[in-house]
């Protein structure tokens, strides 16, 4: 039997970074909670953001292309992002395959996203 994933996002400030928390599965269908959250933190007046993706278990193109947009305007606005892990197998690939792994800041763990 097919088990669905509750998606879940969250954004908190905790000193000067917003951390947008990922959880479950993410897609075409869900990925507007975490679009929201990324337009949020550029609101907080936080320097960076971390987008802590330890929780994910599937993320799909539409997930990349909300992270490659968010990247772009944190650059623009001189704001930094990290993606941190650790990432499920297949969050992984889909970084490894599209070869935008680089493109992105990646921190092993959200701790290490934080105190860097």
Known sequence: MFEESESAVAGAVEDDVFIVTVRGD?????????????????????????????????????????????????????????????????????FEVTGTADFFAMAPTLDAAVTD
């Open 26 to 94: 993410i897609d075409f269908d869900s990925a507007r909670g975490l679009r929201e959250a990324l337009d949020g933190a550029g609101r907080t007046g936080t320097g960076r953001t971390v987008v802590d993706l330890s929780g994910l278990d599937f993320a799909d193109s539409t997930v990349l292309h909300v992270l490659l947009g968010a990247q772009r305007e944190h650059r623009t606005a001189g704001r930094g992002l990290v993606v941190a892990g650790p990432f499920s197998e297949t969050v992984g690939r889909l």
